[in-house]
């Protein structure tokens, strides 16, 4: 029972340099998610994609780019990473429902930390 | 613009205690509140949730109080246990699957 893997879990880049956070879920859901925690915030929602084939911009999207690759990978890229990028990210997925009861599903967090 | 807010960035509870974990928000369309819980290097997971048009929700030692005239929630463990500390998150969503999430409480359950 994977549920949502992404990778990788660590990662420390230099100012400016790109990469990419892979994710993807294996509960055949719709809609996937890349959140961002840091302390005293919460978790902030950067970009979602609703089903295959459609990204949105979440609260803090600036810096950022997704990639919808199919209906199980979702992935998240930092073209030119600054410090105030230095977060954990988790990836999540749901079923598409509103009263259904359902619920976001996340990963286990990748940590990234911008030098 | 905060909507959904846990005003108390700590709590303390002796094991066989009650925990109250407090939640306010302020965007009156949302309609769906959920309570997640983190461990330490681990992802958010599901906990509880109550719909708007509902003012209790209960699953074993966890119970959910919607006070919707005064935009309140909280979350009631009873008894905790030291298994129980974590951080707890309180998030809202409206029509569809966008969550908003507050700042998180980390509970501490001293046995």
């Known amino acids: 029972n994977a549920g949502v893997t992404q990778t990788p879990k660590f990662q420390v880049l230099k100012t400016g340099q790109s990469m990419t956070l892979q994710c993807a879920q294996d509960?055949?859901?719709?809609?996937m998610y890349w959140y961002r925690q840091d302390p005293g915030m919460g978790l902030r929602l950067i970009y979602y994609?609703?089903?295959?084939?459609?990204?949105d911009k979440g609260e803090v999207p600036n810096g950022y780019n997704v990639s919808r690759l199919n209906k199980r990978e979702f992935s998240l890229r930092l073209e030119s990473a600054a410090p105030s990028q230095t977060s954990v990210y988790f990836c999540a997925s749901s079923e598409v429902g509103v009263y259904s009861g359902n619920t976001i599903y996340f990963g286990e967090g990748s940590w990234l930390t911008v030098v | 613009d905060q909507q959904v807010k846990q005003n108390s960035p700590s709590l303390s509870v002796q094991e066989g205690r009650i925990s109250i974990l407090n939640c306010d928000y302020t965007?009156?369309?949302?309609?769906?509140f959920l309570w997640y819980k983190k461990y330490p290097a681990e992802g958010p997971t599901f906990l509880i949730s109550i719909s708007s048009i509902k003012d209790k929700n209960e699953d074993g030692r966890f119970t959910v109080f919607l006070n919707k005239s005064a935009k309140h929630l909280s979350l009631h463990i009873v008894p905790s246990q030291p298994g129980d500390s974590a951080v707890y998150f309180c998030?809202?969503?409206?029509?569809?699957?966008?969550?908003?999430f507050g700042a998180g409480t980390i509970l501490r359950v001293k046995s």
């Open positions: 965007n009156s369309m949302f309609d769906y």
């Open positions: 994609s609703a089903s295959e084939g459609t990204t």
């Open positions: 998030a809202a969503k409206k029509y569809g699957n966008k969550l908003v």
């Open positions: 509960m055949n859901h719709n809609s």
